[in-house]
């Protein structure tokens, strides 16, 4: 589906780190200096999903895809950048095309890491991110108000509405809030889309902390936590170096003795890469057959013949009905062939939603 998700920060926190450990078609360079990424890198990230090993391991296919998501490493951000400072300009447009920004903002000490911005104070950090953007966006409403006033006062009321929506925005910049804050209804929203304003992207923040707090947060990551309880946002505590050593183990065993050390159930990235999954409000379901058991990505809420169109468009405009099976029926019975004889395999038609989990068989004609 293309879809993306941006990492973005101040510089020297962890942003290309992070990239490194969850890319499995790229590595970013990471280095110790500023805007040591100046080309935003991508890299296709594998969504964790033990549903998938599991319908695997029944059906023995001849491969195995997960779904994935685009995660961009974009260059870090400086105060000023609204107004060009730091290559800004050109970093606000990358941030721009994403859907979803995952913000990484420092929570540990080291004096051999550079840092400009004074004492360690993610709050701070936060709102330096926070105010760029929001000023990008007023920019970006300003050019378009003066419009919309003229025309609101013609009497149109289309017009009027969509003015009343704009100066609803442009007043909440202006008091130093993000967009996404007004949760807007998908009404609202078609009167800034083209605007493609950057704070009413949803976001994901990573408290990068030091090796000794990864389990149990510090005094950095719980005030980033206190800070952004109002925005429905969610806070991963992580040490990324670690992270990125875990990704760079080729070896299962190597990797899993590693993590034991660490006392790691799982990468701290796997939670990651599900929870910005779950931020754009994708769901999974799910192809099983001897070719191939695969994961795929759609949209909460989407029906049938939608959810067809992601494995070809030719399944949507042909579409007459879909074979579903739970997978929790599929896991319990252990093939499709058990769940049918068992009653388990239901035939649903055009207006079916589809849920998460679903093990799915299209019929179609074109």
Same mark, same amino acid.
């Given at each position: ?67 994935? !998501? ?6 870090? +951000?400086? *105060? %000023?950048? /609204?107004?060009? &400072?730091?290559?800004?300009? $050109? ?73 009343? !929506? ?6 909440? +910049?202006? *008091? %130093?809030? /993000?967009?996404? &804050?007004?949760?807007?209804? $998908? ?81 701290? +990235?796997? *939670? ?95």
């Amino acid at each position: 589906m293309g879809l993306q998700a941006g990492i973005v920060g101040l510089p020297n926190v962890g942003k290309s780190t992070l990239f490194n450990a969850v890319s499995n078609s790229a590595k970013a360079q990471a280095s110790n200096y500023r805007f040591c990424t100046i080309e935003p890198n991508v890299g296709l990230v594998n969504v964790p999903d033990e549903r998938l090993d599991n319908l695997a391991e029944l059906v023995k296919p001849n491969r195995t895809v997960p779904t994935q !998501i685009e995660i961009v490493d974009i260059a870090g +951000l400086v *105060k %000023g950048a /609204s107004k060009g &400072e730091g290559l800004g300009n $050109k970093f606000l447009a990358n941030i721009r095309e994403v859907d979803a920004i995952v913000h990484v903002i420092r929570c540990f000490e080291d004096e051999n890491i550079l840092r400009e911005e004074g004492a360690i104070n993610p709050v701070s950090d936060k709102e330096i991110i926070d105010t760029e953007l929001q000023l990008k966006d007023l920019d970006s409403i300003d050019k378009k108000f003066s419009k919309a006033e003229k025309l609101a006062k013609t009497g149109d009321l289309k017009a009027k509405a969509e003015y009343e !929506i704009l100066k609803t925005c442009k007043e909440h +910049l202006e *008091k %130093g809030k /993000s967009i996404r &804050e007004l949760q807007l209804s $998908k009404e609202d929203k078609l009167a800034v889309a083209d605007l493609f304003l950057l704070t009413d992207k949803p976001v994901l923040y990573v408290a990068n902390v030091d090796e000794a707090s990864m389990h149990t947060g510090n005094k950095y990551s719980e005030a980033l936590r206190a800070a952004v309880a109002g925005e429905n946002a969610q806070v991963i505590v992580m040490n990324n170096s670690i992270e990125s050593q875990i990704a760079e183990m080729e070896d299962p065993a190597d990797r899993l003795l590693f993590m034991e050390e660490y006392k790691m159930q799982e990468p701290a +990235l796997n *939670k990651l890469i599900r929870s910005a999954y779950k931020l754009l409000n994708l769901m999974t379901y799910f192809t099983a057959g001897v070719q191939e058991v695969r994961a795929w990505t759609i949209h909460q809420g989407w029906k049938a013949p939608q959810a067809a169109s992601v494995i070809h468009t030719d399944f949507e405009k042909g579409f007459i009905k879909a074979e579903v099976i739970s997978y929790q029926d599929f896991i319990q019975y252990g093939s499709e062939a058990a769940c049918r004889e068992n009653g388990k395999l239901r035939i649903e038609g055009k207006e079916y939603i589809v849920k998460d989990g679903d093990v799915m068989h299209f019929r179609f004609n074109v």
